[in-house]
């Protein structure tokens, strides 16, 4: 297996200058192009450069490099959902500094992972359901199940950094929908007022996804009265499955 780091930088260009006077072996032949264009490269996309097959201390990693400034709107509002929705699994945070609005985004991706999960989940379900509805938030399959026994598992054995926090996310932010809550099964309500609650508590980038699939076009509503059509349908749950981004 090969372990998977994430550096938050504030300035991509000069951790890569510094990076590729240390480590030059870890880059692609991207190398030649220097700090400025490969920082320029990492801002497409997901926003994050990765660096992948680096040998380290007898075992192989792989570590990406994404802007403060762009981890941070991925974790508000689910641009990409792809470095966000790494951090919704258990993860390990080696070391972070004094930023009060990077650690609110972390705290508003769980939040939002949960309530994405609750929409799409039916009345009442298992810890271990929650789990695996969240890592198909970002991944689909054979790798959604993994990922899911691995949330539930080390949520139940040892517990890791973000299976931790999820699990206050669940039992303090969603007080307004989650009615009932002990360690085997979890109730919420599925009334539309319920719903739309949860709805208009989703990443900004979801709502939009989920207004373009049910607003006709040219027809121009408020997204606050299509949520409010989407919590009265039978299909909501469907709904904003197929409006999540993949990562």
């Known amino acids: 297996n090969m372990l998977d780091f994430v550096f938050a930088v504030d300035d991509s260009v000069t951790w890569h200058m510094m990076n590729l ?12 192009l220097g700090p400025k264009q490969i920082s320029n490269i990492q801002s497409y996309g997901a926003g994050i450069y990765y660096n992948t097959l680096v040998p380290c201390n007898g075992r192989m990693i792989k570590y990406g490099v994404i802007s403060t400034d762009a981890l941070i709107d991925d974790l508000f509002h689910w641009k990409t959902l792809y470095v966000a929705g ?3 699994k258990p993860v390990k945070i080696l070391t972070q500094n004094e930023n009060g609005k990077l650690q609110a985004a972390l705290v508003s991706n769980l939040k939002s ?3 994405a999960a609750f929409l799409m989940l039916p009345e009442s379900f298992s810890e271990e359901d929650l789990y695996m509805q969240i890592a198909g938030l970002s991944y689909s399959g054979y790798v ?4 899911g026994q691995e949330m539930f598992l080390s949520f139940t054995g040892k517990p890791k950094t973000s299976v931790t926090s999820l699990r206050i996310e669940v039992i303090s932010v969603n007080t307004v929908c989650c009615y009932c809550l002990n360690f085997y099964k979890i109730q919420i309500d599925k009334s539309p007022e319920g719903q739309f609650t949860q709805l208009m508590a989703l990443p900004r980038t979801l709502q939009q996804k989920i207004t373009s699939l049910v607003d006709p076009p040219g027809k121009n ?5 299509i949520l409010m059509q989407v919590a009265h349908d039978p ?3 469907f709904v904003v499955h197929q409006g999540r981004p993949r990562s």
């Not at 480590?23 to 030649?32: A, P, Q, T, W």
Request: glycine letters at 4%; a positive charge.
């Open 144 to 147: 959604t199940m993994l990922l």
């Open 86 to 88: 790494r951090l919704q």
């Open 221 to 225: 509503r408020d997204v606050e009265e």
């Open 21 to 32: 006077l240390k480590n030059r072996s870890h880059y692609s032949f991207l190398k030649v």
């Open 235 to 237: 299909d909501c749950g």
């Open 113 to 115: 992972a949960v309530t």
